[in-house]
């Protein structure tokens, strides 16, 4: 069965369920609700009735109908209520009207007026609840009801005859779960909580336990492979150190030194450098692939934007220039030819360090002897993502590099398959970020404060969250550049970068940014990770209440990259106490148990649209315990040999190479 076979579906409906992910039945049963309404009928006699209600009514006069001008309407009839005769008014339900004849039993929700005796009815369905009627509510966009999603999904389940319950027989047992297809009919058409909360527990639990599974079978995976035990002349790699431009900090020297151990070791890599922003996580990488250098083993280093790619390369081909170490860029806007030469030369191994973003790994890209990979900001990549590297060459170490600061207890879990370093410190000199919230209607304040900046020759970072008006909730790129046109009349340079923006465009504009050529940038997210301009002292992120907090650090980042003083400007009117933790703190970690506490898991790792760290039914926070029952669980699967089940092999398989 297809989605064109559903019932009303056509070429329109399947276009919006596509855009919401669900191109197969499969994809659709498994499209959960993030919520339900409750609709509870109640007597209006007996009612204290100031709350939004739920009646059963029956229709009891013809509805007349009053266009009142373009675009409103209202509809008002009589109805029956537990033997009270009461005037019920609709708005805007005019195509309705045919549909409502005397005598229908109807479920109205909305409010009562006892003295006119009115009913004003926000709400408007067909039928009658017994005691309970439940709606599962979805994330939906324009063109794809609620209710006719639903109606879909139910349908594509009375069709589905069987489905792979992932979680073994004998945990089924032990834990009382129902059914996988019971629970899927249940989270899309329950009839009363408790099967809402049978359903959940059971697809929470198997959500996690693969996901275990798989963190799992990476750490026994890894353990098994054999690593390449480097040779270099430490003396070299101290002189590279003693070479920099600055002297290392305590924890960027001690996550250097993990990862040489590494390298030497016939044990493989696989190594997480955490560190909050500007903690200086990159040249920890640089020295390491330094080592590796010498040791006649390529490097790749992969990032997850163009722009950071670009940036990378810059720095590390100045740092190693004078060691004859060749470094090269591979990233999309290259000619042919150039992209020809430079793989053609990966595979003659006459490139030491190659760096591009993340299609590095999906490319047809081939080594002489890759023997180390490093990628930037990890949380970008999911589970699955993390063993394609494993690849190329001959199983190469891995560092993976975040910025996203995890409460430990979280981090031994979800990271269970690697080592970890983390860098605590941050390089000296660096002081606070001030960061204020602003009301919308204090914007004026935060334009002298920007102007102050400019004339002290520095430069200022702006972010909205769209690029056009096609949201007219938030501030969009294109109208903020008006307006800063508008109010820096004189000679101040302001451009604006987005992802949708070409690569060579936004790579230009970023170098002028650099050069200090353009004063104000203003930029959705794409500037979040990374990027590296230290005279920028002024960051102001306009709809903060639109991030989690991790984000809003991570972006903050950008500014606060010398000894000047910077300044971080949220601008928002709505959620305040949770953006003032920013104001308190500047400390990564703290800000990330405050977001965990406060939000859904889905921000505590900054912004990942991708990878499959993010979990379709289960919350992180929430199911804590769930986690660690699954991990255990999931641990003596493996340990017995039960994942050799092709089942589970399907989906192991696809995150791992096993040669
Ligand atoms: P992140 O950990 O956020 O990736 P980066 O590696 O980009 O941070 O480092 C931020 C900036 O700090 C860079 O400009 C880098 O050159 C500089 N830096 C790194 N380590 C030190 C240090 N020990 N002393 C001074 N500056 C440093
Ligand atoms: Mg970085």
Redesign the pocket.
Known sequence: MELKDLKKVGPKTIECLNKLNIYSIDDLIFYYPYRYNIYKPVDIIKEDLTDTITINAVIESIPKIVYIRKNLNRISFQALTNNLVINVSIFNRAFLSSNLKVGKNIILIGRYERKKNNFVASDLKFGWIKDLKIEPVYHVIKGLKNTNLNSYIVEALKNKQEVVDYVPDYLNNAYNFIEKKEALDFIHQPCNFEQIKKAKLKLIYEELFLFMLKINFLKVDNEKIKGLPRNFDMEKVNDFIDNLP????LD?QKAIIDCLNDLRSQKRMNRLVQ?????????VSIVVMYANALSAYQSALMAPTEILAIQHYE?IKKLMGIYNIKVALLVGNQKKSERKEILEKLQRGEIDIIIGTHALISDNVEFKNLGLVVT?EQHRFGVNQRNNLHNKGVKPDIIY?S?TPIPRTYALTIYNDMDTSI?KTK???RKEIKTFLKKESELKDVLKEILKEIKKGHQIYVVAPAINEENEEVWNVNALKKSFDKAFLENVKISILHGKMKAQEKEEIMQAFKAGEIKILIATTVIEV?V?V?NATTIVIFNAERYGLATLHQLR?RVG?NEIDSYCYLISNKDVDRLKVLEQSNDGFYISEQDFLMRREGDLFGTRQSGDMVFKIADLRKDFKILLQAKKDSEKFLKEGNHKEAKYMNILNNITTID
Do not use: C
């Open positions: 600055f002297l290392l900090t960027q560190g909050d922003v500007g903690s200086g996580k990159t040249i720095n930037d590099m910025a860098i390089p000296s000199g990374g590296d230290k980042g990259r």
